[in-house]
Every structure is written in structure tokens, then in C-alpha cells.
């Protein structure tokens, strides 16, 4: 808090401006800006005798709006409500702790070396003080060895009810699905969360940890996360948490539940326990791979379906173009269930150009294995598996060409051409997508709408994986419990970047977080030293039209170098 303060000296009184604020629980300091004499004063007033000399800029935007969120939270407080102070503890609690990496992740990750320094260049101590010196990277791990899995799901619980006391879903449509992230942790080193598994970035040889994440569909905030093991797979992952994440979604929600998640989470089991649920419906996807009769539905049977994009399309003329869909019904896992075919002309055009292009390239690796099976006769005994191989790495199917090794002129020759039946299977599935759910009584738009927005969890699940925001990669931590640590953080930063885009969005300005952030980062709090004097004068800069709009949304505005409130 800033205010006046007078000193006596030499029976003179002499000015300040004093910004207070606790540190370590204690009121301390933080800055102090000279005014100097009542005469001093009154020429600075007037605008007289204010010449700089020396300024000094730091990063105030960006911070200062990700410690404007976190006062509707309370994260440090909230965390300390879990674990409290050690005995003989001193400097910044492990709610504290937590709170300075969050606010790093919203603004421009960094490791927890280097983050000590990246404070030094930002204006934190005007927003919320702290003794930079301790926020070094051995004071994090000795912080973060006293926190156990337990109390990560503590502090994600109480934290997720938090959230939903400030934005409660509007409706009981929740989305799930998970994510995994490669770790270069050595072999060796003992892990339950980092194993080998299918990698989504394909890195298959680096150990890896999952997380699974439940968020709401109307607000896109996560509800729920869990990490696990990086060679369970999706369905048991789904499995093990299905009962909690129903329990959080019973408490977001008193409607009907739908949980809506894709075809990796399928299976009998999960199937069965959702509909054991009472009140608690499901909708996934299905291979196409495993409904020939479904992906040969003749065009003439399906229908547009009302969606955004589609009525974009509509407005350009462009109704070929359009998302169109069948629905039926079908006996799956022991119960009847809506069926939904969908058809996306684009998508299917983009699938047939990639498609050709693979097929070119398996014709010209084929041309090359003709020359190696007549330059040498061993060769034919290989050209099978190396045909199957290079199909494998494109991900196609191995019968979408006939070879065979013949004798021609005494010498083995590869022939080999394309099996057009097979091809003309494997177009068919373009651009088709099957969706099941058990809700009988949802109109065909309302099933396909609610499939086509899994792509929020997937939107945020390519936030934590970018390089500035979030940044839960590259995962550098070499102990299970940091790790459990370093995705909390993240998911918070996730969350808190999230509440944003909705603060924003509400006052009509249409800016992602990334887009956000970006602006306010460059939005400085400037320390100017006046000619003769030693102490600074601290003032906001001028900010542009979309700093300020951001500013606007939240109730703030710069006003001659000063942030203050606007008055209503």
C-alpha cells in the first residue's frame, strides 16, 4: 500500500511516497520515491524543475495481470491450507513457492534455475514482494520434497471447487482425454510416472508421463487432472478415474451428465461403468475400420448438420462443403445405441492429397527396390519386408500394391502394381467419423456439436505443450514428486490463462491468452531518476489501444503514469 510519509530533518520536514506490503508475513518496505520539501512538491504539481536523467524499465503487464486473477484464488493461501510452515521455516511459504512459478508459466517459462534472474527484470516487487535471492532452484526442490502425491490431489481438489465457486458450468457436458510428455530421464533412474510407451510426439524411445485432463465444455476450465504412468493405456487411465471424475462433475452440475470423450477410452469395461451410472451418459467415436456397412452409407442418406462453420459455408455458398451426417441405431456392448456418420468434404479432400502423395512415394520406393533385386539376386528375398516396413512408417495398409518377384531374361525381377480395389476401400473411409452415445432423446446437430468440441481439451492440452505459455515441456525433473509438482503448476497457469480469455471475452474482446500476454508484457513500469536526486519516480508508460482495452476489461486504466481503478 502506498502513502505519505513525512521525515523531520533538521527541524525541516522532508517527503516520501512509501509502498508497504508484507513480506515473510512481516510489514516491510518494498520502495520508497523522494518528493522532497512542501515547495518541491508543489513545482512537480505544477509541472516545474522534473528533469530525468537515468530510467530504468521493467516488466509490469503481463505479472501484473496474472497476480489480478490470482486474487480471485488465493493459490498461496490455499496451498498453505494443506501444507503448513516447517518447523524453523523461514522466507516464502510452499503456497508462495508455487504462486511464483505459476505466475513465470503464464508469462514466459523458464526453468527454476534462471527464474531468480527473469524476476530481476520485472516489476514483481511493486506487484507482489518477495526476496528474489530465495526463489533459486535448490530452495524450490527443498520446498516441493515436502509436498507428497497425496497433497497434490489435496490442493488440485480444493483448488478445482475454487474455480467452480468462481465460473460454475452452465451445463453437464464435460470433455475428457489425455496427453503423454517425453522426459530425458536416464534408464536408470527409479520413476513409477516416466515408462516407455506410445509417444504422441513419436519420440517412442523417451520415457514419458501422462495426464489426463477433464475440462468443462461451456467454460473450456479444467475440472480435473490426474498423471499416471507413461505405458498405461488411454482406456485404463479413463477406468481408474472414472468414479472421481464423475464425483467432480455430480458436484459442478445437478443436470444430466455427459462425459464426452474419443475412441483411444473405449472399451467394454469403461462402457459398463458408465452405464452403471445412473444419470451419466457418454459420447464417443468409433473406427471406421470396424463398420464397413456404416462408412458405405450412400451419400444421399446423410444431411447438413447445423454447426458454425457449416453456416459460414452457407453464407459463401459453399453448401457442397458443408458437415454433412447419417444417424441410425446399432447394438454395441450389449445395449442399443444412437449411431452417427459423419461427412466432411474438406477433411476428405485433404486425406485424398496426403494419400496420393504416400502412394507416390511407395511407387518410388518400389522403383528402387527393382534396382536393388536386379543389381543383386539376394535381394528378393527381401523385398517383402522392406515393402511392409516402409508401409508401416507411412501408416498405410500393405495391400494397397501387389508385388512379386519373377524371373525375367535369367535375372529375378521385382513387378509390382497398384491393387485399385483395395485403394478405392481404403478412400472410402475420407473424411468419415463414427460417433456412439446413449442418449436416444439429443437431436443429430446436438450429438455432432458436442463430438466436434473434444477439440477444447485438445486445444489445451497444445497450450502446455508450447514454448512460452504453460511449457509443461520440456519435462526436466528427475523425481516423481517434482514432476507431480511441475504439472500442477502448469495446469493452475493453464487455468488461471483460461479465466482471462473469459474476463476478456465478456466485455467483447476476443483475444487469446497467448495474444493477451503478449501484449501485456511489453507493458513496462518505468523508475526515473531526477537530475540531482537519488531516489526514483516509479510511473506506468503510456499504454497502446489493446493494453488498454485489456486493462479496460478488467477494471483498470493508466492515468498520467499511474494504474489506478476506474470509477464507476
Known sequence: MAHIH?????????????????????????????LGTVERIK?????????????????????????LIDGEVGLAPLIDSVIGRGRNESGPTVGEYFLYAVFNRMVDACSKRALSEWYEYTAIQSIRPVDIAQLDSKRFWDK???????????????????????????TGCFLFDTTNYYTY???????????????????????????????????????????????????????????????????SCSSQLTVVVDKGMNSDDNIAAIDAMPGVHFIT????????????VKSSQFGPV????????????????????????????????????????????KQRYGFEKKLMSIQDFLFELRAKVHGDPKWKDKVEKHYYDFCEQLYL?????????????????????????RIGLYLERFGKNIIVTDHKDWSTDEI????????????????????????????????????????????????????????????GLKLSAAETMEHMQKLHSCLCWESGKGKPVRMIEEPTENQAAIMQAFGYEVSGGVLQKIKV
Open 6 to 34: 513525512k521525515k523531520m530533518k533538521k527541524g525541516r520536514p522532508y517527503y516520501y511516497v512509501r509502498e508497504t506490503a508484507r513480506v515473510d508475513g512481516k510489514p516491510k518496505v518494498v520502495n520508497q520515491i523522494y
Open 43 to 67: 513545482d512537480l504539481a505544477l509541472g516545474k524543475g522534473f528533469e530525468c536523467k537515468k530510467l530504468a524499465t521493467r516488466e509490469f503487464g503481463a505479472l501484473w495481470l496474472a497476480n
Open 144 to 170: 516441493w520434497d515436502r509436498v507428497s502425491a497425496k497433497n497434490i490431489e489435496q490442493i488440485s481438489s480444493v483448488f478445482f471447487k475454487k474455480i467452480e465457486g468462481i465460473e460454475r458450468p452452465a
Open 185 to 251: 530421464m536416464a534408464s536408470k533412474t527409479k520413476s513409477e510416472l516416466a515408462a516407455r510407451g506410445k509417444n504422441k510426439e513419436g519420440k517412442d524411445w523417451l520415457r514419458q508421463v501422462g495426464v489426463a485432463l477433464l475440462v468443462s465444455r461451456d467454460s473450456e476450465l479444467p475440472l480435473f487432472y490426474r498423471e499416471y504412468e507413461g505405458n498405461r493405456h488411454d482406456s485404463k487411465v479413463f477406468l481408474r478415474h472414472v468414479t472421481e471424475m464423475v464425483s467432480v462433475m455430480r458436484g
Open 285 to 296: 467415436t468409433y473406427s471406421t475400420y470396424y463398420a464397413d456397412d456404416l462408412v458405405r
Open 306 to 349: 447445423d454447426t458454425a462453420k457449416n453456416r459460414k459455408l452457407e453464407k459463401l455458398g459453399r453448401e457442397e462443403d458443408r458437415l454433412v451426417a447419417y444417424r441410425t441405431t446399432r447394438q454395441l456392448r450389449g445395449k442399443e445405441r444412437t449411431v452417427v456418420v459423419t461427412y466432411n468434404p474438406l477433411t476428405a479432400a
Open 397 to 421: 495398409p500393405k495391400d494397397l500394391y501387389q508385388i512379386a518377384v519373377e524371373k525375367s531374361r535369367g535375372r529375378p525381377t521385382l513387378l509390382f502394381n497398384k491393387d485399385y480395389y
Open 448 to 507: 455432432v456439436r458436442a463430438s466436434l468440441d473434444r477439440y477444447m481439451v485438445e486445444k489445451s492440452f497444445r497450450q502446455t505443450k508450447d514454448d512460452d505459455l504453460v511449457s509443461i515441456l520440456p519435462l526436466r525433473h528427475w523425481t516423481d514428486g517434482k514432476i507431480r509438482c511441475h504439472i500442477l503448476t502448469c495446469v493452475i497457469a493453464l487455468t488461471y490463462l483460461r479465466l482471462i480469455e473469459i474476463r476478456l471475452r465478456r466485455t
